[in-house]
Nanobody, 127 residues
């Protein structure tokens, strides 16, 4: 069982930055690939970024490439999402998720593949 708690959301102006954190409980954090997803009102949950168990592989949605960076610190059981050059269309609730994997390089953009989810943190970008 893994519990995930997101933090770092808030209100920011267009062009600003935020850093989201997701703290995981348990001793097996390094057994999980981690992902960030977001959901805007009236929209489906969409993939943002993901990172493999040891951080060797990452993936991003086209809409955030070059602006967002995912990273993890397995010693702190935490995954981060650095968000720069924010746009109003980035406004959403951001969720982190954990995917149990054996491969050290695997990650997934498919939300249905993930085993555990946090409750989310609101990010609002004003124009």
């Amino acid at each position: 069982q893994v519990q995930l708690v997101e933090s770092g959301g808030g209100l920011v102006q267009t062009g600003g930055s935020l850093r989201l954190s997701c703290a995981a409980s348990g001793r097996t954090f390094s057994s999980y690939a981690m992902g960030w997803f977001r959901q805007a009102p009236g929209e489906e949950r969409e993939f943002v970024a993901a990172i493999s168990r040891i951080g060797s592989d990452t993936g991003y949605a086209d809409s955030v490439k070059g602006r967002f960076t995912i990273s993890r610190d397995n010693a702190k059981n935490t995954v981060y999402l650095q968000m720069n050059s924010l746009k109003p269309e980035d406004t959403a609730v951001y969720y982190c998720a954990a995917l149990s994997v054996r491969s050290i390089s695997r990650w997934s953009p498919n939300p249905d593949a993930y085993d555990y989810w946090g409750r989310g943190t609101q990010v609002t970008v004003s124009s």
